[in-house]
């Protein structure tokens, strides 16, 4: 019997287990996001491409890798991501 069939007879256990498998489920999710953003980092630490901008190809800042050490992008043109993000919700 897998998890996804185990149906619990009162309701509030029910929720109590389904919630806590969906909360699993999140943290699961993000180890994988950030397991993936690791191994690029040590991927461009290899290549010698480590703490340089996707974007703008300038060198990040050691104070944002410090804080961010799988940053992809320069805190000018992140924040430029994040503006166009919320413009259009995407």
């Known amino acids: 019997r897998s998890v ?4 619990l007879p009162d309701p509030l256990d029910q929720a109590n287990f389904d919630s806590e ?3 699993q489920l999140r943290i699961r999710d993000r180890e994988s996001i950030l397991i993936n953003k690791i191994r690029k980092s040590l991927y461009d630490i290899e290549n010698g491409t480590y703490g ?39």
Not at 57 to 79: D, F, G, N, Q
């Open 4 to 7: 996804e069939d185990v149906f």
């Open 21 to 23: 498998r969906n909360f």
């Open 52 to 90: 340089i901008c996707e974007m703008c190809e300038e060198e990040i800042s050691i104070k944002r890798l410090e804080a961010r050490p799988v940053a992809r992008h320069c805190i000018k043109c992140k924040t430029a991501l994040e503006n166009r993000e919320k413009l259009t919700g995407t």
